[in-house]
């Protein structure tokens, strides 16, 4: 690929759109990295760190963790030498008040956002996408238990790790985790859209499909 220019981009879409799936997918063929806040806690839940301990409660309950917290924890990680020729953010920004701190933040470093692909997909699709869900311990790969099975079960295909269901992939944490991306999450459509920022994608394809609609749209992000 010649990438002369930076690919600094967001991943918007409710839980179970894709964000993930798709950003692993463009890491290999862009090799930027995927910056996912979701998988930044859950580590940080793991570790026992004092963040991991103020979030926890969040998580589990599918609220949003305070909006302080994540920044930090975002900032921090976009500080490093990785991320210097672009990067894609996977569940970051969730409010408008974290798409203004990022919004600073890459003005006060030169790093202008390129683009942001939010993937639409109807609720119902989703519910049914994040109760059979099945995530790699190690890679945070994702598989489905129907419609995308790894080749050995509970083995994740790309490194071999256990797969396992998330906490938060619960009927009844989903519902909440929905009515917060509504409430809170979804405003940030109009928000980038005003900005002359937003590619829309329809999510509910295979995930193929999807995955040469976001390339197009890279790729005329990134031609000079
Ligand atoms: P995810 O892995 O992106 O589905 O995120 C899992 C959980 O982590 C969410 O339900 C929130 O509790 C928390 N979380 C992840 N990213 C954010 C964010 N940008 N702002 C607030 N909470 C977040």
Redesign the pocket.
């Known amino acids: 690929m010649s990438s002369k220019r930076n690919l600094n981009l967001i991943f918007l879409g409710p ?1 179970g759109a894709g964000k993930g799936t798709q950003a692993k997918m463009i890491v290999d063929k862009y090799n930027i990295p995927q910056i ?4 930044l ?1 859950r580590a940080a839940v793991s570790s026992g760190s004092s963040i991991g301990d103020k979030v926890k409660s ?2 589990a309950s ?4 305070p909006d302080d917290l ?1 920044i930090e924890i975002l900032l921090d990680r976009l500080s490093s030498d990785d991320c210097r020729d672009g990067f894609i953010l996977d ?5 408008v008040g ?1 798409a203004e701190a990022l919004d600073q933040q890459l003005n006060k470093k030169q790093m202008p956002l390129s683009g942001v692909v939010a993937m639409m997909v109807p609720d119902g699709v989703l519910t049914d996408r994040l109760t059979a869900r099945r995530i790699c311990r190690q890679c945070s790969a994702s598989y489905h238990l129907e419609y995308l099975k790894p080749k050995i079960e509970g083995v994740c295909d790309r490194c071999q790790g256990e797969l396992y269901q998330r906490k ?1 992939d619960s009927e009844e944490v989903i519902l909440n ?1 929905l009515k917060v991306y509504h409430d809170q999450t979804s405003p940030l459509i109009d928000f980038y859209q005003k900005r002359k920022k937003l590619y829309t994608v329809d999510g509910n394809k295979k995930i193929e499909m999807i995955f040469s609609e976001i390339c197009d749209i890279i790729d005329k992000l990134n031609s000079p």
């Open positions: 839980p996912s806040t979701g998988d806690m969040f998580m599918g609220a949003l963790v994540v569940g970051f920004p969730r409010t974290q938060d985790r």
